[in-house]
């Protein structure tokens, strides 16, 4: 599977993004999905997941109610809707998939990743 990501760019705090990251390769419908961010100098922190249907979702405590992780499996896309956006969101955000159906909130279990897009929230 190869993911590509985009949608990122700069933005006022307050304001908001939408993130893509299609899949190719093969269909992701068959695959948990992830949302990743690596800010300047600190290790790469979970997002948000979403399992193969879209029914079941998890959040990191610092984007819940603000950020909403869906899936068009028709579109082999997942996005990540980005609200209220902070300075502290500022980041390279990643996506990424791993087989079965458990949600996963830690980077080590995912088996792909997309290659980043920039989102640089502005104060």
């Known amino acids: 599977v190869q993911l590509q990501a985009s949608g990122g760019g700069l933005v006022q705090a307050g304001g908001s993004l939408r993130l893509s990251c299609a899949a190719s390769?093969?269909?992701?419908?068959?695959?948990?999905m992830g949302w990743f961010r690596q800010a300047p100098g600190k290790e790469r922190e979970f997002v948000a997941t979403i399992n193969w249907s879209g029914g079941s979702t998890a959040y990191a405590d610092s984007v819940k109610d603000r950020f909403t992780i869906s899936r068009d499996n028709a579109k082999n896309t997942v996005y990540l809707q980005m609200n209220s956006l902070k300075p502290e969101d500022t980041a390279v955000y990643y996506c990424a998939a791993k087989g079965g159906i458990r949600l996963l909130t830690t980077q080590g279990g995912y088996d792909y990743w997309g290659q980043g897009t920039l989102v640089t929230v502005s104060s």
């Open positions: 390769g093969r269909p992701s419908s068959g695959y948990v």
